[in-house]
């Protein structure tokens, strides 16, 4: 994650977190940094880091191993090269499946900005080009479409998605459940995004229990969307009462994850951590 904390700011107003592995990485008196936190339980080692990422080796409970990246992107023009450049060089220390994920400072698609003023189209080929040549692809998400707002008025108001994760083929066949969503933030510019990483798709969403719709996901505009994409996404096609079934647990599994940031009380205290920690984005 992004922050404007240091070690000793997250000792003082992140105590009480249930992470009590970290690494922060903060230049003395720069205004953002970024920060790595993990649970006992997690078996990861950090490989390697710099002002612009950290990549880390995680272990699974059954043996599988990936690699993870948090990646911040230079934010200005003239040196969008670099990110490509290291995402590059990243590369050539994973071995098998890797997420990447943060904030890349970049759009893919002209959709992933909302202004009165054209996305630079060479910017997003080089972007684009850097995914292709990394095999990384995006993986997506439920939630409000854009990461990133200015809080300008007016002509002014830019909106963008660019914080995204990002992960290749290998990955994906790992975790082929997992689920990205844009959740909400009360102090930051940037929307904080959450990444589930499960390889079961019948785990996927609330657990043990029935699923239960909430009426005020109707209030969403993107509610329709999301029914309709989930419902494409189970069974084989046929008319059978079989395939019915799995066609209602999978978008249940794709509703819940999707409304979770709106309304589930995990969110509330998400929520009540952010104001907590007021620096981390």
């Not at 995680?58 to 490509?84: H, Q, T």
Request: hydrophobic share 35%; charged share 30%; aromatic share 10%.
């Amino acid at each position: 994650m992004e922050t404007r904390l240091d070690k000793d700011g997250f000792e003082k107003y992140g105590g009480d977190l249930p992470f009590k592995n970290k690494l922060i990485v903060k230049k003395p008196k720069a205004g953002g940094g970024l920060a790595l936190l993990w649970r006992k339980d997690v078996n990861l080692d950090v490989i390697n880091y710099t002002d612009n990422h950290i990549l880390a080796k995680v272990v699974e409970d059954d043996g599988v191993v990936w690699f993870l990246i948090g990646f911040y992107g230079w934010p200005e023009a003239r040196d969008k090269k670099k990110s490509w450049a290291l995402l590059s060089h990243l590369r050539s220390f994973v071995n098998g499946p890797w997420c990447c994920i943060g904030d890349f400072n970049a759009i893919l698609h002209s959709s992933e900005k909302q202004s009165v003023y054209s996305p630079p189209y060479s910017q997003l080929d080089e972007f684009r080009t850097a995914l292709e040549v990394c095999q990384l692809a995006d993986l997506g998400f439920h939630g409000n479409k854009f990461t990133w707002t200015n809080r300008r008025q007016g002509e002014a108001h830019t909106k963008q998605r660019l914080d995204r994760a990002v992960a290749n083929t290998d990955w994906v066949e790992k975790f082929p459940a997992s689920s990205v969503t844009h959740l909400f933030s009360h102090a930051s510019d940037h929307l904080p995004i959450l990444l589930k990483t499960l390889k079961d798709r019948s785990k996927q969403g609330w657990g043990v229990g029935s699923f239960k719709f909430e009426e005020s996901w109707l209030l969403w505009d993107d509610c329709g969307e999301v029914v309709a994409e989930a419902w494409t996404k189970g069974g084989t096609g046929g008319s059978s009462l079989e395939d019915t079934m799995d066609k209602i647990r999978i978008s249940g599994a794709e509703l819940h994850a999707w409304g979770s940031s709106k309304t589930r009380p995990e969110t509330e205290e998400i929520k009540r951590l952010q104001k907590k920690i007021g620096g981390v984005e």
